[in-house]
């Protein structure tokens, strides 16, 4: 599982932001926001990411012997086709 915490810290007025799905800003006139993962504001050189962790499954996803045979034993099967009567 992919795990994003990223938090910013705006320099005009110090007020630490930490990402979420809704939009947060500041309210200074730098106008710092952070929505997710994007930062934006007015002076960018006036914001700074103060912590920023990214971790992601070491994990790899395999198919073991027996679902790599069900795939490819679904990918060989043919298409049944009807036959209707024409009146």
Do not use: F, H
């Given at each position: 599982?992919?795990?994003?915490?990223?938090?910013i810290q705006?320099?005009?007025?110090?007020?630490?932001?930490?990402?979420s799905p809704?939009?947060?800003?500041?309210?200074?006139?730098?106008q710092t926001?952070?929505?997710?993962?994007?930062?934006?504001?007015?002076?960018?050189?006036?914001?700074?990411?103060?912590?920023?962790?990214?971790?992601?499954?070491?994990?790899?996803?395999?198919?073991?012997?027996?679902?790599?045979?069900?795939?490819?034993?679904?990918?060989?099967?043919?298409?049944?086709?009807?036959?209707?009567?024409?009146?």
């Amino acid at each position: 599982m992919n795990s994003k915490k990223l938090t910013i810290q705006c320099k005009v007025c110090g007020t630490l932001l930490e990402d979420s799905p809704k939009p947060k800003s500041c309210g200074c006139p730098n106008q710092t926001m952070i929505y997710k993962d994007k930062i934006s504001g007015n002076d960018l050189s006036k914001i700074i990411i103060t912590q920023k962790e990214l971790t992601e499954d070491s994990k790899p996803v395999r198919l073991t012997k027996e679902d790599y045979a069900w795939q490819q034993a679904r990918r060989d099967r043919k298409v049944k086709r009807l036959s209707y009567e024409v009146r």
